[in-house]
């Protein structure tokens, strides 16, 4: 049976890995809102998600509701920081082909 603790870290990191991902979507696409890409937006919440399970596994309690905004701002935090240094190393080993000259 699955616990739910576990069932709560992971919708509260989600959620604050959905809130993540659409603040900074409106920042970079504030005057185009049609070209949403779903599949980055579903990589951020697997990323969140990710972040959820491990908190648990390393023993991450049960936000309160006191500590429920608090815990939304770290786990959209902590999605900012590793969904980064996962691009940035992914760019470091497969950089991108070379525009050719006009």
Do not use: C, H
Not at 64 to 93: C, D, H, P
Request: hydrophobic share 55%; no cysteine; proline share 6%.
């Amino acid at each position: 049976m699955v616990d739910a603790t576990l069932i709560s870290q992971l919708v509260v990191s989600v959620i604050g890995a959905a809130i993540f991902a659409l603040v900074f979507y409106a920042k970079n696409n504030a005057t185009d809102l049609e070209n949403f890409d779903w599949g980055k937006f579903l990589a951020t919440l697997l990323v969140g998600a990710i972040i959820g399970g491990v908190n648990f596994a390393f023993g991450g309690v049960l936000p309160t509701q006191g500590s429920l905004e608090e815990a939304l701002v770290v786990y959209a935090g902590a999605t900012a920081i590793v969904e980064t240094v996962i691009k940035a190393i992914w760019r470091r080993f497969n950089p991108p082909a070379p525009i050719p000259p006009a």
